[in-house]
């Protein structure tokens, strides 16, 4: 109760002039009755890029706000920070229900998409530049948006998640449930890993969502495994391969894998790190092309 109330009394904490967290309702179509909240810096830059932050299981909005360093980075560059809220499932995201896992089709991931384009529209935010990023369950839903709304996102990066699909099927995506087979580090071929994702929205053929993949080798919750095979997903879907490995960045701890030129898509993974691995929000942000 003292964690809850903790975050709770600092996400009501202004960190501009006047800014703050701001809950939004009504903002469009919201199949799962998720929550949103805003976070619009006093600054705005002109045609706005917006970041999707997503909390991990068991969290909720307004701590995701507190857990990273992206308001004040909001505050610097003038971006828009959108925090969704799950009440359901453990507050954990559906990223195994068929409907979020499909175009169009419902569940936490079109009422997401839906309070992107309100943001659009009120803040004449700019659609070309709308990332996602999460930890845990939320990295997980990280994977689920990029890969069902490919229209929509033009970067993801996903923190000790799960590659998109992983849990489709499974009757729920909490570490409470009965199959933890996804979690434990399910395998597929990156052909299959690739379908999934093709399948997840029949007949696109625009570009697809830049990503990166962070994880801790020493994640025993969800297993390291589950990034290894998210990054398999993610160089079939992109059409790049594992170019090089660069050790120590971008700390000490870590391994970076490059796939391709390192524009498209790249793997971090910290040895000794657990569940789950910090948000390195300078290198996740120079990879959306945020950072001046």
Known sequence: MLFTTFFGLAATATLGLGASLQQVTNW?????????????????????????????????????????????????????????????????WDVNNAASLTHGQGGDALGIVNMVNYTINKYSADPARVYVMGSSSGAMMTNVLAGSYPDV??????????????????????????????????????????????????????????????????????????????????????????????????SAAYTQQVYGDGTKLLGFFGQGVGHTAPVNEQQMLGFFGLLP
């Open 153 to 250: 996102f033009e970067a993801g990066a996903a923190y000790s998640g799960v590659a998109h699909a992983c849990f489709a099927g499974s009757p729920t995506a909490t570490p409470f449930g009965s199959n933890q087979t996804c979690a434990q580090g399910l395998q597929h071929t990156p052909e299959q890993w690739g379908n999934f994702v093709r399948n997840s929205y029949p007949g696109y053929t625009g570009r697809r969502p830049r990503m990166v993949i962070i994880h801790g080798l020493a994640d025993s919750l969800v297993r390291p495994q589950c990034a290894y095979e998210a990054l398999k997903q993610w160089s079939n879907v992109l059409g790049v391969t594992l170019s090089k490995n660069v050790t120590g960045n971008p």
């Open 28 to 92: 469009g179509g919201n199949p799962s009755k998720i929550q949103m909240y805003i976070y619009v810096p006093d600054k705005l830059a002109a045609k706005p890029a917006i970041i999707v932050a997503l909390h991990p299981c068991g969290g909720s909005a307004t701590q995701w706000y507190s857990g990273t360093k992206l308001p004040s980075y909001a505050n610097s560059n003038g971006f828009i920070l959108i925090y969704p809220g799950t009440p359901n499932m453990s507050n954990c």
